[in-house]
């Protein structure tokens, strides 16, 4: 699929990873539309830190990703979506659960029932390592079996079920994209290259990081989001 000119739907576009891949797109010559969480500050999360000339030509779209009528008036008239809104801090998934399952599973349905009303072209959910939990092998692959391991984890890979069905019962144009350990500009400062930043900064002798036994890839958010792109374009991995 040729992205150049084609109408473009960001969910999560106010986020870390989502605010870069507005970026590329407009790069890429989409038509840009980002649906941002509304708030009564009017913020735009971190899309208030793009240029003047890229905000002008992107279409704010302000709701919420849980109620299906904002939905589906956000993506009216889109071609391909690009599904990131999601809650994704963990500690809180553990006291609040319900938050997760309503935003993370019920806002993936949203998407994906107006998605084969609408007749989009192309859709691309977001997924997550942590459904994966704690490896059983390594490399990791597709095969390796999902772990609920918190309401975060299980929310995702809900969201996940619901996104496969309706491309395994309605042929929808769908793939899941599932990043790993994304880092960069515009992160939460308790991920552990902020984190290590962040002590350097202030003359920290020893680094505190807690365990430091586990193994991680990490992934440079320009690159996760290229691969987005990749994806986007690539139709024989639908």
């Not at 998605?115 to 192309?122: F, H, N, P, S, V």
């Amino acid at each position: 699929m040729d992205l150049k000119s084609k109408r473009v739907l960001v969910t999560g576009a106010d986020g870390f990873i989502g605010s870069h891949l507005v970026e590329r797109l407009l790069d890429e010559g989409c038509q840009v539309k980002a649906f941002c969480y509304y708030n009564s500050f009017n913020s735009w999360g971190w899309l208030d830190s793009l240029t003047k000339d890229q905000l002008e030509r992107v279409e704010i779209f302000t709701g919420d990703i849980r109620d299906p009528n904002g939905v589906r008036t956000a993506m009216k008239d889109i071609d391909v979506v690009f599904h990131l809104a999601a809650l994704i801090a963990i500690p809180f998934s553990y006291h609040s659960p319900d938050s997760y399952i309503d935003t993370n599973v019920k806002g993936t349905l949203n998407i994906v029932q107006a998605a084969k009303d609408l007749g989009i072209e192309r859709v691309l959910v977001t997924s997550t390592s942590e459904v994966y939990g704690t490896a059983q092998y390594i490399p990791i692959d597709e095969k390796h079996p999902r772990q609920p391991q918190s309401p975060y984890s299980a929310s995702k890979i809900g969201a996940d079920c619901i996104a496969e069905s309706f491309y395994r019962s309605f042929n929808l144009p769908l793939t899941i994209v599932r990043p790993f350990n994304t880092y960069g500009p515009r992160q939460s400062a308790r991920a552990v290259i902020p984190t290590i930043i962040t002590q350097l900064l202030n003359g920290k002798k020893e680094i505190q990081l807690g365990d430091v036994t586990p193994t991680r890839d990490l992934l440079f958010v320009k690159d996760t989001v290229e691969g987005f792109v990749q994806i986007a374009k690539a139709d024989n991995l639908i």
